[in-house]
């Protein structure tokens, strides 16, 4: 990989890790379409540890709120029924499903399941899930055409059954495509949260995952399967853009909806389509070349 293949790469990954619109679908498209080789999951998870450092530091309060009242719970009954100590649980609950199927479909998640077919069925199909999932809420907030406004539950609502839906949906982000970002804010949106509450446990509940993820990968970059120098460059490009696109992500939708992202899912998936089936783009781009 050249350090330009990597600065691309990087400010792929930052663009679109945050975005209901899938980073592992971004890299492998813009790798394929470039005519580069498959950037693999090993340096996708690798730098996802970029845009995780992100959500540290913009959800730095949140996360050492969550985390010092969850290890006083640990010894003080009477913290057990805090809020703040409660989340530090059900990012635990959440993050299972993902590390189970992780491991066990790890050959399939390096292989078949970034077929570029696959990655544009899952982009107009979650593109869907999420435009239905995005009405619902619109609708609720607004009350509709003779309706009373529904009131939409925050976070201080999630418990152990939503939470672990939330981890269900965002273990399907693990087939290219999907996005992790909009799986957990559609799950969330279908089970009645709002956009923000959706957003942020979005966000806080990715930080195990993808921190085990990428340390779990850099085996691979310890044994020659990933170049060290414009791996690191691309995951500090990842951090510093990524940083920019949670501000305004977050501020972008508490005023306005998930449809343009929806409307770009599908259109960026139905393209995928007629490249492959004109023969203009092989559903295996760059694979052979490791």
């Keep these: 990989m050249s350090w330009f293949e990597s600065f691309v790469l990087g400010l792929v990954q930052g663009l679109t890790e945050f975005l209901p619109i899938s980073s592992s679908a971004h890299l492998r498209l813009t790798a394929a379409f470039a005519g580069w080789h498959d950037p693999g999951a090993a340096f996708t998870a690798i730098t996802q540890i970029g845009t995780e450092a992100a959500v540290l530091i913009y959800f730095r309060k949140d996360i050492a709120r969550i985390v010092s009242a969850w290890f006083r719970s640990l010894t003080n009954k009477e913290m057990r029924g805090d809020h703040d100590a409660q989340m530090g649980w059900l990012v635990i609950v959440g993050s299972i499903p993902i590390g189970v199927l992780g491991v066990t479909f790890k050959d399939q ?26 009405r619902l809420a619109a609708r609720d907030e607004t009350g509709g055409k003779h309706r009373a406004i529904k009131e939409r539950k925050s976070l201080q609502e999630l418990g152990v059954r939503d939470g672990l839906i939330f981890g269900i949906c965002q273990a399907m982000a693990l087939v290219p495509g999907v996005s992790r970002s909009g ?11 709002t956009r923000e509450a959706a957003a942020r446990y979005s966000f806080l509940l990715a930080i195990p995952a993808v921190l085990a993820s990428g340390v779990f990968e850099l085996k691979d970059a310890a044994n020659g399967h990933v170049s060290w120098g414009p791996t690191i460059f691309a995951t500090i490009i990842a951090f510093a853009v990524g940083y920019a696109v949670i501000a305004w992500f977050m501020k972008f939708i508490t005023t306005k909806s998930f449809m343009p992202f929806v409307i770009y899912r599908v259109l960026l998936g139905i393209a995928l389509f007629v490249l492959i089936g004109t023969d203009t783009l092989s559903p295996h781009a760059g694979e052979s070349a490791g």
């Design 109 to 134: 998640i390096e292989g078949p399941f970034r077929d570029l077919r696959l990655i544009a069925v899952t982009l107009i199909v979650m593109g869907i899930v999420l435009g239905v999932a995005d």
């Design 183 to 193: 799986a957990t804010i559609s799950g969330g949106l279908l089970m009645g949260y």
